[in-house]
């Protein structure tokens, strides 16, 4: 069994900054890509940002220049800066990683974090 376990969210005024974190614990060989999502109130969840074992990044076009993602292996935790937040980026976010485990990659969700950005 492998659980995600998110924490950094929070009330923030535009322009301001968070950083989120995910542990993996459980059973885990390695972890391939780890990647943090977002879902606002009637909207469909979406990619923010995503980071191979190696480091390679990707990110969604409306946080890039704002937010970096990063990973510790050896802690199996993913994290998020979050700078220059707007009220745009108010939404659940959304831990995902995708470990291995007796050698089967699974994919595992976090429970969410609520951050919400004030203008």
């Known amino acids: 069994q492998v659980q995600l376990v998110e924490s950094g969210g929070g009330l923030v005024q535009a322009g301001g900054s968070l950083r989120l974190s995910c542990a993996a614990s459980g059973s885990i060989f390695s972890i391939n890509a780890m990647g943090w999502y977002r879902q606002a109130p009637g909207k469909q969840r979406e990619l923010v940002a995503a980071?191979?074992?190696?480091?390679?990044?990707n990110y969604a076009d409306s946080v890039k220049g704002r937010f970096t993602i990063s990973r510790d292996n050896a802690k199996n935790t993913v994290y998020l800066q979050m700078n220059s937040l707007k009220p745009e980026d108010t939404a659940v976010y959304y831990c995902?990683?995708?470990?291995?485990?007796?050698?089967?990659?699974?994919?595992?969700w976090g429970q969410g974090t609520q951050v919400t950005v004030s203008s």
């Open positions: 995902n990683a995708d470990p291995i485990v007796a050698g089967i990659e699974y994919d595992y």
């Open positions: 980071i191979t074992s190696g480091g390679s990044t």
